[in-house]
């Protein structure tokens, strides 16, 4: 992954394309344009028959130049990037800073292109990819632009793991307000991919948060909760309160503020019971199937009120 700044002073994380991959779609862009220039070639000889030597070597010549150098920069300059090959390999050519290229870029390109990929068979630019840190040609060099991937592959998010109802009882009493929504999204993310980390990187991560989510709340993590079980179980208490909050407000069977409502299963980072990452399963506790608006619902029919989201006139 490549960071970059914008003129904005925006942080842009790119990530450079491999060598296999942008030699696949020059290859594929040379095969095209051998194709178009066959053809434009046969089309041009037979329409200039009646000409000289001199006269038809020059339109070979304009011809070759026309296809091979000009055909890739326009194609280039109008699609901001992404020639045929490029486009099938899932690729694109941008600036140095993350924006999208124009025609100098695009002819400085062509023009060097023609020494390294078409007169050297592309041995040049193989070892000039080779060389650089982010895989960039001379001619990425001179013109200043970057081949990145437009396609990156996506990593499966879990739904988030639904603690025991045991451990979420403990921090009904624990207070909230101090946490910041950029901390809450941090957990919730985690809990959502923590299957998928390293289980060192897992426990560290877990560890970090933990410790940040107790220092907002000024109560310390229990010695006998693992951390990710610590952050599901604070979390799953706040959706709890947001749930129960609307109830009594009217608002009705709505969506819980700030994100969906962690998914019922035995699952947890271990799968079966709820485990510490990289550790043992801490207790086997019934699975907690029901929604936090079903519960906060049936919090409210104990005491006594029904929720019907009717709000009485004041």
């Known amino acids: ?28 862009d040379l ?46 300059t109008l699609s901001h990037g ?14 140095d800073d993350g924006g999208p290229i124009r025609f100098r870029h695009a002819l400085v390109r062509g023009a060097v292109g023609v020494v390294e990929i078409l007169l050297t068979f592309g041995v040049v630019a193989c070892i000039a990819s080779l060389v650089s840190a ?18 990156v592959p996506v990593g499966r998010a879990w739904p988030m793991p639904a603690p025991p109802p045991w451990v979420v009882e403990r921090f009904a009493e624990l207070d909230l307000s101090a946490v910041p929504d950029g901390l809450w999204l941090a957990v919730r993310q985690y809990l ?11 426990a560290a991560m877990a560890g970090r948060l933990a410790a940040d989510l107790a220092g907002c709340t000024g109560t310390a993590v229990p010695r006998d909760l693992p951390p990710a079980l610590f952050l599901a179980a604070v979390v799953q208490e706040r959706q709890a309160r947001q749930a129960e909050a609307r109830v009594e407000g009217g608002v009705g069977q709505g969506s819980v503020a700030g994100g969906e409502v962690p998914g019922s299963g035995g699952y947890g980072p271990s799968g079966g019971g709820w485990a510490a990452p990289g550790s ?35």
């Open 1 to 28: 992954m490549s960071e970059l700044v914008t003129g904005e002073a925006v942080a842009l994380e790119l990530r450079p394309a491999k060598l296999p991959s942008r030699a696949l779609a020059v290859f594929l």
């Open 31 to 76: 095969v095209v344009a051998v194709f178009v220039y066959i053809g434009v070639s046969i089309v041009v000889l037979l329409a200039t028959a009646s000409l000289d030597d001199a006269a038809q070597m020059a339109l070979s010549i304009a011809v070759f130049l026309l296809v091979l150098v000009g055909a890739p920069v326009a194609v280039e």
């Open 82 to 95: 992404r020639s045929v090959g490029k486009l099938v390999f899932g690729l694109r050519v941008v600036r």
């Open 134 to 151: 982010r895989g960039r040609r001379l001619g990425d060099v001179f013109a200043g632009t970057l081949v990145v991937r437009e396609r």
């Open 192 to 202: 959502g991919r923590m299957r998928q980390l390293d289980p060192r990187v897992s």
């Open 280 to 314: 043992a399963s801490v207790r086997e506790a019934p699975v907690h199937e029901a929604s936090v608006e079903q519960a906060a619902s049936v919090k409210a029919q104990d005491s006594g009120s029904r929720p019907t989201g009717f709000v009485p006139p004041a």
